[in-house]
């Protein structure tokens, strides 16, 4: 909370922000998982301030005295997406890209249009890039971005106690019998292999992925299977379920930050966090993430990572 104060309203502030919304995510599931039922309730009541803010980037930035403009650019389809990551990364820089839409180019076939709102102090001058300024209603500078996260933290830090730690195994087990419960589900749970191969670093992105098989994969009843292998000096951890499946059309998508098939948000899903957390969690180990899936046979979500990863 020091650091978000000291960030202000700026972009860095926003970055702090969406770190601190993984970490109550996180919290949220454990507490759930060992039954502590008013700290996941006050964990999911901050969720809410945090989301909120989150969306509220736009604002903050014309706030600060940004302009927000529209770029607009072609990409070659078979290249566009390192071509995309290059211009964010310069636009970035000097500015903060708020959205991006992209489309098939009507007028250049073979070729990928983006049209991206962006907010800065000057137009960017691009090649290729043709820029529009939009006219806004700037909002009043609030200056009041940390003491508003500080407010909704104060009754979440009430609740907060010491989440036991033990076997993560477990730990993810028990997150997928309450959130079973919570379904109204029946699931039952197989835990194959050596659950002491299990590397506790990795033990939120465990949590989430059996939450999900239960949410999103089991329909009313089914089975949710944990499997542990070594392979050499590489620890396998898949999570299948024998459930709805994945429609090929959604899995390039699932891993991407506030994606989400959930219609509402509820305490267990619809954030759009909890795969985008598994994804980030298990590479900044050096570790990898992917899904088999089979429409009506079920999903299967496999962490390849180093048996000791650091």
């Known amino acids: 909370m020091e650091q978000l104060r000291a960030a202000g309203d700026g972009p860095q502030a926003r970055k702090l922000l969406d770190t601190?919304?993984?970490?109550?995510?996180?919290l949220k599931a454990r507490a759930a998982a060992n039954g502590l039922t008013d700290l996941a309730a006050a964990a999911h009541e901050f969720e809410n301030v945090l989301h909120a803010l989150r969306k509220d980037s736009l604002q903050h930035a014309l706030?600060?005295?940004?302009r927000l403009f529209l770029l607009q650019t072609d990409f070659d389809v078979n290249d566009f997406e390192r071509q995309f990551q290059s211009l964010k990364e310069t636009l970035n820089q000097h500015g903060e890209v708020v959205s991006t839409v992209p489309r098939a180019s009507k007028e250049h076939p073979g070729k990928v249009s983006f049209r991206i709102m962006y907010a800065a102090t000057q137009p960017p001058e691009l090649s290729g890039v043709t820029v529009e300024e939009l006219p806004v209603d700037r909002p009043s500078s609030t200056n009041n971005f940390a003491r508003t996260l500080e407010d909704a933290f104060h009754n979440f830090a009430t609740e907060l106690r010491t989440i036991p730690i033990d076997d993560v195994v477990a730990q993810a087990v028990r997150a997928g019998q309450a959130a079973a419960e919570a379904t109204g589900k029946h699931v039952g749970f197989e835990v194959r292999g050596d659950p002491a191969l299990v590397n506790p670093l990795i033990g939120d992105a465990l949590l989430h992925l059996v939450r999900n098989a239960v949410d999103h994969g089991v329909e009313t009843s089914g089975r949710v299977t944990i499997e542990i292998e070594q392979h050499n000096d590489d620890i396998s951890i898949t999570v299948s379920d024998d459930g709805r499946g994945i429609d090929?059309?959604?899995?390039?998508?699932?891993?991407?930050?506030?994606?989400?098939?959930?219609?509402?948000?509820?305490?267990?899903s619809g954030r759009g966090v909890g795969l985008d957390v598994v994804k980030t969690s298990i590479e900044a180990l050096g570790g990898t993430v992917t899904v088999r899936s089979e429409l009506g046979k079920g999903s299967c979500f496999e962490i390849l990572i180093r048996a000791n990863p650091r």
């Open 20 to 26: 601190l919304f993984r970490q109550v995510h996180n």
């Open 248 to 268: 090929s059309s959604l899995i390039d998508k699932i891993f991407e930050p506030g994606f989400s098939t959930a219609r509402e948000v509820s305490t267990i």
């Open 63 to 66: 706030a600060a005295g940004a």
